[in-house]
């Protein structure tokens, strides 16, 4: 005899079904009997903003039902009609047709719910050796790989415009500031690759975070697992999951990596923030280093004048949101016992909010600097003040075996006598004065002094001169050809 293909089948006619006629609205309610109060439904339900895990819970649910038939826990016939179902249910979730049913707490079950209308007993079975709380703990991860995805791709459209930005006017010499006080000269592409360092940390982070969420936890059930003889490497081979939990009350009650992704974030944010507050400033009258697109600021509704810089304002402003859903996570879970509890619910509030957030700051970087234009002439006008090259002629007389602390005291004691003098730069000095400070100094002297000069002799790797930023530009050439 041909041995049936379906094994561990459950004991239970196909036909005839306690819930089949009458169909209670939420899947729960033989055991708790009475409809649910009102404001309690409205205080409970999670379907107003998790629907969005959608997808993922149709491809979880998906490769969940095609288990349950290897594994020979569902007919094949059963297995056809929940994929013909569930993604039905995709086409018209992803066409803008699909009417959810607010009465249905969340996502699952409203998708489940919408299943069982559709395609009837089959759609009973799916929730086979699976509870919600697994469940649910597969649709974020899922929704976090993505999202890291798309925020790696972001990154990666921001890096771009800086380098961009940085091989078209990076040649440019500006003042570098350390206190917010003019301290070295450095050229402009330099301080661009900077951002460019600090969101290639956040590539790598987002990197290392993706490993430990793209692991599945389905098949954890609700705390303990399942007696059923399912197969999880199975559900995550499909999924494209590069493993499974270990253990079942971790799987369900971890949201680590919902925490790390929106540390992440936060840090994205951090650094989107440092660079849009140097831009605000930058395009000030008072620096008048770069000018904003008009397309990129807005007016003020009394002065004529204004252009506002109101987009990386905004992108600053939003920074603290993120950070709150940073700490709102680490204390939703802080206060938990194991395992699943329904504080956790709450996790998607922040986690969607503080994507959102970020997400459309990153999006909005991009035109920013690709439409920004550098003041090289305002820059250049004001190049020479601030003593910029204090520290170059300082080295200078170290090359003339001065020691650093006395060579500094010198220029300091020159510096020191151009303001008492009303003298702008060092160059001012004559150069007798300079000899009466450090006998060492010779004319060559000249060729020292000067941001011009000190942009071209700087010897040390990864500083802010000519060599070292033509490095930097090859090197992000390789990287992001
Ligand atoms: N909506 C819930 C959440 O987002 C799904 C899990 C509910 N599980 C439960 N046993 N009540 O966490």
Known sequence: MKKSRVKNQPPISSKVEPFSTAAPVKSWQARIGKAADPLAEKFVESLSFDYRLAEQDIRGSLAHAEMLRAVGLIYISDLAAIREGLNGILNDIQAGRF???KRQEDIHMALEAELIQRVGDPGRKLHTARSRNDQVALDIRLWCVAAIDTMEQRLFDLQNALIALARQDGEVVMPAYTHLQRAQPILFGHELLAYVEMLQRDRERLADCRKRTNISPLGSGAVAGSTLAIDRLQVARQLGMKGITANSIDAVSDRDFVVEFVFALSMMAMHLSRWAEQWILYSSIEFDFLRIADQFTTGSSMMPQKRNPDMLELIRGRTGGVY???????????????AYNRDMQEDKRSLFAAFDAVDLSLQIAVPIVQTAVINKISIARRLDEGFLDATALAEYLVRKGVPFRTAHQIVGAMVAQCEKLGLKKLTDLPLNEMRKLAPEISAEVL?????????AAYQSSGAGGRKQLSAQLRRWSDRHS
């Open 99 to 101: 009417r959810f049913d």
């Open 324 to 338: 709150g859903h940073l700490v709102a996570l680490l204390t939703m879970l802080k206060g938990q016992p194991l």
């Open 447 to 455: 060729d020292v002094l000067g941001a011009d000069h000190v942009v």
